[in-house]
Protein backbone atom coordinates (compact mmCIF):
# COMPACT_ATOMS: atom_id res chain seq x y z
CA UNK A 1 0.00 0.00 0.00
CA UNK A 2 3.11 2.58 0.88
CA UNK A 3 4.47 1.59 -2.70
CA UNK A 4 1.48 2.24 -4.51
CA UNK A 5 0.95 5.44 -2.71
CA UNK A 6 4.89 6.88 -3.07
CA UNK A 7 4.24 5.74 -6.87
CA UNK A 8 1.16 7.99 -7.36
CA UNK A 9 -1.18 5.46 -9.02
CA UNK A 10 -3.35 6.63 -6.75
CA UNK A 11 -3.67 9.71 -8.40
CA UNK A 12 -4.05 8.89 -11.79
CA UNK A 13 -6.87 8.80 -13.97
CA UNK A 14 -8.36 5.55 -14.98
CA UNK A 15 -7.82 6.26 -18.27
CA UNK A 16 -4.55 7.51 -18.10
CA UNK A 17 -1.54 5.78 -19.89
CA UNK A 18 -0.25 4.74 -16.27
CA UNK A 19 -3.52 2.93 -15.28
CA UNK A 20 -3.89 1.55 -18.87
CA UNK A 21 -0.64 -0.02 -18.94
CA UNK A 22 -0.82 -1.47 -15.35
CA UNK A 23 -4.43 -2.87 -16.42
CA UNK A 24 -2.26 -4.54 -19.37
CA UNK A 25 0.22 -5.77 -17.00
CA UNK A 26 -1.94 -7.15 -14.06
CA UNK A 27 -4.32 -9.06 -17.03
CA UNK A 28 -1.37 -10.59 -18.25
CA UNK A 29 -0.28 -11.99 -15.22
CA UNK A 30 -4.02 -13.57 -14.26
CA UNK A 31 -3.22 -15.21 -17.75
CA UNK A 32 -0.12 -16.67 -16.95
CA UNK A 33 -0.10 -17.32 -13.01
CA UNK A 34 -3.76 -18.76 -13.26
CA UNK A 35 -3.29 -20.41 -16.63
CA UNK A 36 -6.24 -19.05 -18.14
CA UNK A 37 -6.60 -19.13 -22.00
CA UNK A 38 -5.50 -16.99 -24.57
CA UNK A 39 -8.63 -16.61 -25.98
CA UNK A 40 -10.82 -15.85 -22.88
CA UNK A 41 -11.30 -12.39 -21.57
CA UNK A 42 -10.26 -11.09 -18.56
CA UNK A 43 -12.07 -7.77 -17.15
CA UNK A 44 -12.66 -5.94 -13.72
CA UNK A 45 -16.10 -5.36 -12.16
CA UNK A 46 -16.83 -4.64 -8.72
CA UNK A 47 -17.88 -7.41 -7.33
CA UNK A 48 -18.89 -11.45 -7.45
CA UNK A 49 -21.95 -10.47 -7.15
CA UNK A 50 -21.91 -7.66 -10.20
CA UNK A 51 -20.80 -10.87 -12.12
CA UNK A 52 -24.91 -12.42 -11.24
CA UNK A 53 -26.49 -9.10 -12.56
CA UNK A 54 -24.12 -8.85 -15.87
CA UNK A 55 -24.83 -12.56 -17.12
CA UNK A 56 -28.64 -12.15 -16.46
CA UNK A 57 -29.19 -9.02 -18.24
CA UNK A 58 -26.33 -9.43 -20.96
CA UNK A 59 -26.65 -13.08 -21.78
CA UNK A 60 -29.75 -14.57 -21.07
CA UNK A 61 -32.57 -13.29 -22.59
CA UNK A 62 -35.30 -15.80 -21.50
CA UNK A 63 -34.17 -18.63 -19.66
CA UNK A 64 -31.32 -19.93 -17.41
CA UNK A 65 -30.62 -22.62 -15.22
CA UNK A 66 -29.67 -22.62 -11.82
CA UNK A 67 -27.96 -25.61 -10.46
CA UNK A 68 -27.03 -25.44 -6.65
CA UNK A 69 -27.18 -26.68 -2.81
CA UNK A 70 -25.99 -23.70 -0.81
CA UNK A 71 -27.09 -20.19 -0.08
CA UNK A 72 -24.94 -18.32 -2.79
CA UNK A 73 -25.92 -20.15 -5.70
CA UNK A 74 -29.58 -19.71 -4.20
CA UNK A 75 -28.92 -15.94 -4.11
CA UNK A 76 -27.51 -16.11 -7.68
CA UNK A 77 -30.79 -17.33 -9.00
CA UNK A 78 -33.08 -15.19 -6.68
CA UNK A 79 -31.56 -12.36 -8.21
CA UNK A 80 -31.45 -13.58 -12.04
CA UNK A 81 -35.26 -14.51 -11.73
CA UNK A 82 -35.60 -10.62 -10.77
CA UNK A 83 -34.25 -9.77 -14.26
CA UNK A 84 -35.42 -13.26 -16.00
CA UNK A 85 -38.98 -13.98 -14.73
CA UNK A 86 -38.33 -17.15 -16.88
CA UNK A 87 -34.84 -18.46 -14.57
CA UNK A 88 -35.47 -22.13 -13.70
CA UNK A 89 -33.62 -23.65 -10.76
CA UNK A 90 -32.33 -26.96 -9.28
CA UNK A 91 -31.35 -27.71 -5.86
CA UNK A 92 -29.63 -30.84 -5.17
CA UNK A 93 -28.58 -31.95 -1.73
CA UNK A 94 -25.41 -30.97 0.28
CA UNK A 95 -23.75 -34.96 0.32
CA UNK A 96 -24.98 -35.35 -3.42
CA UNK A 97 -22.36 -35.32 -6.44
CA UNK A 98 -23.67 -33.76 -9.19
CA UNK A 99 -21.85 -35.99 -11.33
CA UNK A 100 -24.32 -38.28 -10.18
CA UNK A 101 -27.70 -36.60 -10.73
CA UNK A 102 -26.43 -35.44 -14.62
CA UNK A 103 -29.54 -37.66 -16.37
CA UNK A 104 -32.13 -35.42 -14.54
CA UNK A 105 -30.46 -31.91 -14.40
CA UNK A 106 -29.24 -32.25 -18.06
CA UNK A 107 -32.84 -32.62 -19.17
CA UNK A 108 -34.40 -30.04 -17.04
CA UNK A 109 -31.76 -27.31 -18.54
CA UNK A 110 -32.14 -28.60 -22.01
CA UNK A 111 -33.46 -24.83 -22.97
CA UNK A 112 -31.51 -22.92 -20.87
CA UNK A 113 -28.90 -20.35 -22.63
CA UNK A 114 -26.84 -20.18 -19.71
CA UNK A 115 -26.48 -23.17 -17.04
CA UNK A 116 -25.43 -21.29 -13.88
CA UNK A 117 -23.32 -23.42 -11.02
CA UNK A 118 -21.33 -22.72 -8.19
CA UNK A 119 -17.94 -24.30 -8.79
CA UNK A 120 -17.31 -23.76 -4.55
CA UNK A 121 -20.31 -23.38 -2.62
CA UNK A 122 -18.78 -20.99 0.48
CA UNK A 123 -21.92 -21.28 2.53
CA UNK A 124 -21.43 -25.10 3.02
CA UNK A 125 -18.03 -26.30 2.25
CA UNK A 126 -19.02 -28.14 -1.22
CA UNK A 127 -17.50 -28.00 -4.61
CA UNK A 128 -18.29 -29.42 -7.76
CA UNK A 129 -15.93 -30.61 -11.01
CA UNK A 130 -16.93 -28.38 -13.82
CA UNK A 131 -18.04 -31.02 -16.57
CA UNK A 132 -19.63 -29.24 -19.58
CA UNK A 133 -20.90 -32.87 -20.92
CA UNK A 134 -21.83 -33.88 -17.68
CA UNK A 135 -24.07 -30.54 -16.96
CA UNK A 136 -25.77 -29.56 -20.14
CA UNK A 137 -27.68 -31.75 -22.15
CA UNK A 138 -27.51 -29.02 -25.15
CA UNK A 139 -23.82 -27.83 -26.26
CA UNK A 140 -25.15 -24.49 -27.50
CA UNK A 141 -25.99 -23.97 -23.26
CA UNK A 142 -22.97 -21.73 -21.94
CA UNK A 143 -21.58 -22.45 -18.44
CA UNK A 144 -21.85 -19.66 -16.25
CA UNK A 145 -19.34 -20.86 -13.09
CA UNK A 146 -19.19 -18.96 -9.42
CA UNK A 147 -15.71 -19.52 -8.40
CA UNK A 148 -15.55 -17.08 -5.86
CA UNK A 149 -13.72 -18.39 -3.30
CA UNK A 150 -11.86 -20.90 -5.08
CA UNK A 151 -9.93 -19.22 -7.85
CA UNK A 152 -6.77 -18.37 -7.38
CA UNK A 153 -6.93 -21.17 -4.89
CA UNK A 154 -7.35 -24.25 -7.00
CA UNK A 155 -7.02 -25.18 -10.54
CA UNK A 156 -9.48 -25.42 -13.19
CA UNK A 157 -10.38 -26.37 -16.72
CA UNK A 158 -11.02 -23.19 -18.13
CA UNK A 159 -12.48 -24.88 -21.11
CA UNK A 160 -15.22 -26.61 -19.53
CA UNK A 161 -16.80 -23.34 -18.99
CA UNK A 162 -17.51 -20.23 -20.57
CA UNK A 163 -18.03 -17.47 -17.50
CA UNK A 164 -16.07 -17.47 -14.53
CA UNK A 165 -15.52 -15.08 -11.91
CA UNK A 166 -14.23 -14.08 -8.55
CA UNK A 167 -13.79 -11.51 -5.86
CA UNK A 168 -9.86 -11.00 -4.55
CA UNK A 169 -10.88 -11.16 -0.47
CA UNK A 170 -11.20 -14.88 -0.84
CA UNK A 171 -8.38 -16.40 -2.11
CA UNK A 172 -6.14 -13.54 -4.48
CA UNK A 173 -6.25 -11.97 0.09
CA UNK A 174 -7.06 -8.69 -1.09
CA UNK A 175 -9.58 -6.30 0.62
CA UNK A 176 -12.55 -6.73 -0.41
CA UNK A 177 -14.10 -4.47 -3.68
CA UNK A 178 -13.13 -5.93 -6.48
CA UNK A 179 -13.95 -8.35 -8.94
CA UNK A 180 -12.75 -10.36 -11.76
CA UNK A 181 -15.12 -11.65 -14.49
CA UNK A 182 -13.60 -14.07 -17.25
CA UNK A 183 -15.50 -15.06 -20.46
CA UNK A 184 -14.81 -17.53 -23.43
CA UNK A 185 -15.27 -16.68 -27.32
CA UNK A 186 -18.45 -18.60 -27.03
CA UNK A 187 -20.03 -16.28 -24.16
CA UNK A 188 -18.85 -13.04 -26.29
CA UNK A 189 -20.66 -14.27 -29.54
CA UNK A 190 -23.73 -14.95 -27.50
CA UNK A 191 -23.16 -11.47 -26.05
CA UNK A 192 -23.38 -9.88 -29.46
CA UNK A 193 -26.30 -12.26 -30.37
CA UNK A 194 -28.12 -10.61 -27.47
CA UNK A 195 -27.27 -7.29 -28.69
CA UNK A 196 -27.92 -6.25 -24.76
CA UNK A 197 -27.00 -2.60 -24.65
CA UNK A 198 -28.74 -0.77 -21.52
CA UNK A 199 -26.35 -0.81 -18.62
CA UNK A 200 -23.10 0.65 -17.90
CA UNK A 201 -21.72 -2.43 -17.17
CA UNK A 202 -23.55 -4.34 -20.39
CA UNK A 203 -20.70 -7.45 -21.26
CA UNK A 204 -20.77 -5.49 -24.87
CA UNK A 205 -19.82 -1.99 -23.17
CA UNK A 206 -17.67 -3.67 -20.90
CA UNK A 207 -15.53 -5.76 -23.48
CA UNK A 208 -15.42 -2.57 -25.57
CA UNK A 209 -13.63 -0.60 -22.96
CA UNK A 210 -10.77 -3.95 -22.17
CA UNK A 211 -10.26 -3.75 -25.66
CA UNK A 212 -8.13 -0.96 -24.60
CA UNK A 213 -7.32 -1.44 -21.14
CA UNK A 214 -9.53 0.79 -19.11
CA UNK A 215 -12.66 -0.35 -17.15
CA UNK A 216 -16.30 0.49 -17.65
CA UNK A 217 -16.47 2.56 -14.23
CA UNK A 218 -14.06 4.26 -12.20
CA UNK A 219 -12.26 1.29 -10.52
CA UNK A 220 -10.47 0.64 -7.25
CA UNK A 221 -7.56 1.38 -8.56
CA UNK A 222 -5.29 0.30 -5.30
CA UNK A 223 -6.78 -2.70 -5.53
CA UNK A 224 -5.57 -3.27 -9.10
CA UNK A 225 -2.33 -2.34 -7.90
CA UNK A 226 -2.51 -4.91 -5.18
CA UNK A 227 -3.80 -7.55 -7.74
CA UNK A 228 -1.27 -6.88 -9.73
CA UNK A 229 1.91 -7.21 -6.78
CA UNK A 230 0.77 -10.43 -5.37
CA UNK A 231 0.19 -11.93 -8.88
CA UNK A 232 3.68 -10.93 -9.46
CA UNK A 233 4.88 -12.80 -6.15
CA UNK A 234 2.75 -16.27 -5.88
CA UNK A 235 3.61 -19.13 -8.08
CA UNK A 236 2.01 -20.85 -10.68
CA UNK A 237 -1.85 -21.83 -10.02
CA UNK A 238 -0.97 -25.87 -10.41
CA UNK A 239 2.13 -25.10 -7.57
CA UNK A 240 -0.56 -23.82 -5.40
CA UNK A 241 -3.12 -25.70 -5.93
CA UNK A 242 -1.65 -28.53 -4.96
CA UNK A 243 -0.89 -27.29 -1.61
CA UNK A 244 -3.91 -26.00 -0.86
CA UNK A 245 -5.43 -29.66 -1.89
CA UNK A 246 -2.96 -31.03 0.65
CA UNK A 247 -3.72 -28.70 2.91
CA UNK A 248 -7.33 -29.66 2.82
CA UNK A 249 -6.95 -33.08 3.26
CA UNK A 250 -4.64 -32.62 6.63
CA UNK A 251 -7.43 -30.55 7.63
CA UNK A 252 -10.30 -33.35 7.19
CA UNK A 253 -7.72 -35.74 8.40
CA UNK A 254 -7.21 -33.44 11.49
CA UNK A 255 -10.86 -33.94 12.50
CA UNK A 256 -11.40 -37.18 11.05
CA UNK A 257 -8.99 -38.65 13.24
CA UNK A 258 -9.60 -36.74 16.35
CA UNK A 259 -12.22 -37.60 19.38
CA UNK A 260 -13.44 -33.42 19.19
CA UNK A 261 -17.43 -33.47 19.71
CA UNK A 262 -17.54 -31.91 16.55
CA UNK A 263 -18.51 -33.26 12.86
CA UNK A 264 -17.34 -32.08 9.41
CA UNK A 265 -20.54 -31.12 7.97
CA UNK A 266 -19.62 -32.44 4.48
CA UNK A 267 -19.85 -36.29 5.21
CA UNK A 268 -19.06 -37.59 1.52
CA UNK A 269 -15.83 -37.03 1.06
CA UNK A 270 -16.17 -36.75 -2.71
CA UNK A 271 -17.70 -33.22 -2.49
CA UNK A 272 -15.75 -31.53 0.43
CA UNK A 273 -14.38 -27.98 -0.52
CA UNK A 274 -10.63 -27.82 -1.12
CA UNK A 275 -10.68 -23.87 0.03
CA UNK A 276 -13.41 -23.76 2.58
CA UNK A 277 -13.61 -26.66 5.41
CA UNK A 278 -16.93 -26.32 7.40
CA UNK A 279 -17.14 -28.14 10.68
CA UNK A 280 -20.01 -28.85 12.64
CA UNK A 281 -21.40 -29.12 16.25
CA UNK A 282 -24.09 -27.95 18.86
CA UNK A 283 -24.46 -24.35 19.19
CA UNK A 284 -23.07 -23.96 22.67
CA UNK A 285 -19.73 -25.80 21.62
CA UNK A 286 -19.59 -23.60 18.13
CA UNK A 287 -19.65 -20.49 20.50
CA UNK A 288 -16.91 -21.72 22.70
CA UNK A 289 -14.67 -22.49 19.60
CA UNK A 290 -15.37 -19.09 17.97
CA UNK A 291 -15.23 -16.67 21.08
CA UNK A 292 -11.68 -19.04 22.65
CA UNK A 293 -10.13 -18.59 18.36
CA UNK A 294 -10.74 -14.97 18.75
CA UNK A 295 -9.10 -14.54 21.87
CA UNK A 296 -6.03 -16.72 20.41
CA UNK A 297 -6.04 -13.91 18.05
CA UNK A 298 -8.22 -15.96 15.00
CA UNK A 299 -10.97 -15.36 13.68
CA UNK A 300 -12.61 -18.02 12.39
CA UNK A 301 -15.61 -17.89 9.47
CA UNK A 302 -18.86 -17.74 11.06
CA UNK A 303 -21.73 -20.46 9.83
CA UNK A 304 -23.80 -18.96 7.19
CA UNK A 305 -27.55 -19.51 6.18
CA UNK A 306 -29.23 -22.26 7.49
CA UNK A 307 -25.56 -23.45 9.67
CA UNK A 308 -25.04 -19.72 11.13
CA UNK A 309 -24.84 -21.01 15.09
CA UNK A 310 -23.77 -24.83 14.47
CA UNK A 311 -20.88 -24.56 12.56
CA UNK A 312 -17.58 -22.79 11.69
CA UNK A 313 -15.45 -22.45 8.47
CA UNK A 314 -11.87 -22.48 7.82
CA UNK A 315 -10.51 -20.34 4.84
CA UNK A 316 -7.84 -22.81 3.35
CA UNK A 317 -7.03 -19.94 1.08
CA UNK A 318 -3.34 -19.35 0.09
CA UNK A 319 -2.57 -16.57 1.61
CA UNK A 320 -2.84 -18.34 4.96
CA UNK A 321 0.48 -19.42 6.06
CA UNK A 322 1.91 -23.07 7.45
CA UNK A 323 2.16 -21.25 10.92
CA UNK A 324 -1.41 -19.82 11.18
CA UNK A 325 -2.73 -22.90 10.49
CA UNK A 326 -0.37 -24.88 13.19
CA UNK A 327 -1.62 -21.96 15.66
CA UNK A 328 -5.24 -22.84 14.89
CA UNK A 329 -4.80 -26.64 15.03
CA UNK A 330 -3.03 -26.14 18.69
CA UNK A 331 -6.13 -24.02 19.58
CA UNK A 332 -8.71 -26.30 18.63
CA UNK A 333 -7.02 -29.08 20.88
CA UNK A 334 -6.95 -27.17 23.81
CA UNK A 335 -10.15 -26.19 23.36
CA UNK A 336 -11.58 -29.51 22.19
CA UNK A 337 -8.92 -32.47 22.79
C1 LIG B 1 -18.18 -14.28 -1.44
C2 LIG B 1 -19.02 -14.91 -2.48
C3 LIG B 1 -19.85 -14.17 -3.34
C4 LIG B 1 -20.05 -12.67 -3.20
O1 LIG B 1 -18.88 -11.97 -3.41
P1 LIG B 1 -18.98 -10.35 -3.37
O2 LIG B 1 -17.59 -9.90 -3.59
O3 LIG B 1 -19.49 -10.03 -1.99
O4 LIG B 1 -19.93 -9.93 -4.40
C5 LIG B 1 -20.55 -14.83 -4.33
N1 LIG B 1 -20.45 -16.16 -4.48
C6 LIG B 1 -19.68 -16.91 -3.67
C7 LIG B 1 -19.62 -18.38 -3.90
C8 LIG B 1 -18.94 -16.32 -2.65
O5 LIG B 1 -18.17 -17.06 -1.86
Not at 3 to 11: H, N, P, V
Not at 200 to 207: A, D, G, K
Request: aromatic share 10%; hydrophobic share 40%.
Amino acid sequence: MQDAFKSGILSVNHRSPECVEMVRNTINLLHKKLDIPADYSVYFISSATEAWEIIAQSLVKENSFHVYNGAFGKKWFEYTQKLIPGAKGYAFGLNENLANLSAEIRSAGSEAEVICITQNETSNGTQVLVNRQKIAQNQESLIAVDATSSMAGITFDWTQGDIWFTSVQKCLGLPAGAGIMICSPKALKKAEETGENKHYNSLLFIHENFAKFQTHYTPNVLNIYLLNRVLEEIQEISYISDKIRKQADDWYSFFENSSFKTSLLVENNTVRSDTVIAVKGDEELIKTIKNQSKTAGITLGNGYGDWKNNTFRIANFPAIDLLEIEKLKNTLVQILG
